[in-house]
């Protein structure tokens, strides 16, 4: 059995919050991942078997490789349907919060996120949440916010009911956020987790295809220009790094999750600890994407918010700097050197 991880106060809160709301807006993060997707599909399928109107908001695109998610249809973008995303928020008695912990990860929803008179619940993994709210429930020890969505539903005794519009987007989330259960999982609570989707007739292995087996070939050709022209590996730091500018994205026929993964394949080098990945923005001058992937004790999220602007957790982190790749990269380099000690 699982453990409770809401208090009986924070369980009876939010039950009153979901009886008392006819309209529940559900937000993720900028960039949705797996993780942003699965956990607001999965709540957004559990509120509209009680009955209420569900409004699933995506601050941008998502992933070409998630859209076979179930009802992933129903999500509306913020960048496309700001008007109408306003108008909801302005309206609407709930709003719930999933994986980001801070208003700015919404990017442009941000202000008016924070403005809506609406009650918020906040639902994450990550440290520091700082979104005023009426029940938080932060858990950055958990693998994934799709982890803490089933744990949830199963104290509100709610799991029964659910089928595999439930299932399949939670155990996608917490597939992704663990890189196929290889980093962040070794909590013996995830596989019994796992097995209690299993008995919702979820196809794992055709998820995991979906997933990791649902690229174009510009995409394969892409890794293999990274791996052979962009590496640069720091092996007096066990530490790897690699840019992609916009001439290679488009030389690549770059769409968005394309470059998905492509931060983990240098820690597949023998004694590596860090890698890091700078991607310019198709759309924007000066500005980088980066990310960070680590093994065992060394803190990602530690360079992350000293050179990146950003955080995450320890093995996964992310950040954005503004400014020329040639200057990202110059940044990585001052990293790599300020935290050699622990690298070496």
């Known amino acids: 059995m699982l453990n409770n991880i809401m208090t009986d106060g924070e369980c009876s809160m939010l039950r009153s919050l979901i009886d008392e709301a006819e309209t529940v807006v559900l937000c993720c993060h900028q960039n949705p991942d797996g993780d942003a997707l699965g956990s607001m599909l999965g709540m ?52 719930i919060c999933l994986d980001f912990n801070t208003a700015s990860r919404t990017d442009e929803m941000a202000d008016v996120l924070l403005a809506s008179p609406a009650k918020k619940v906040l639902i994450d993994h990550h440290p520091g949440p700082d979104i005023p ?25 709610l799991y029964e009911q659910q089928g595999k519009h439930f299932a399949v987007p939670i155990y996608t989330g917490m597939m992704t956020d663990t890189g196929g259960f290889t980093y962040n999982s070794s909590d013996a609570d995830i596989y019994y987790i796992i097995s209690q989707l299993l008995t919702k007739r979820i196809d794992k292995d055709k998820i995991y295809r979906n997933v990791y087996h649902n690229y174009s070939e510009h995409r394969l050709r892409l890794v293999g220009h990274v791996l ?21 994205l488009k030389a690549y026929h770059f769409i968005k999750g394309d470059a998905e993964g492509l931060v983990n394949m240098p820690l597949q080098i023998k004694g590596l600890k860090l890698s890091i990945s700078l991607r310019e923005d198709t759309d924007k001058n000066n500005l980088v994407w980066v990310s960070l992937r680590s093994v065992d004790q060394f803190p990602c999220n530690e360079v992350a918010a000293r050179f990146f602007n950003g955080g ?33």
């Open 44 to 95: 957004g399928e559990v509120l509209r078997q009680l009955g209420k109107d569900v409004v699933m908001v995506a601050p941008d695109q998502y992933p070409d490789y998630l859209q076979w998610l179930p009802n992933s249809e129903k999500i509306v973008r913020y960048d496309k349907r700001k008007d109408f995303i306003d108008t909801v928020l302005k309206m609407c008695s709930l709003v």
């Open 133 to 157: 709210t009426v029940v938080c429930v932060s858990r950055p020890e958990l693998s994934s916010t799709s982890e803490l969505v089933f744990r949830m539903v199963w104290q509100l005794g």
């Open 228 to 248: 052979c022209n962009k590496l640069v590996v720091d092996e007096e730091r066990h530490a790897a790094y690699f840019t992609l500018t916009r001439e290679d």
């Open 312 to 344: 995450g957790h320890l093995n996964a982190s992310g950040g954005r700097l503004n400014c020329s790749i040639e200057e990202a990269v110059e940044v990585v380099r001052q990293a790599l050197q300020a935290f050699e000690s622990m690298l070496k």
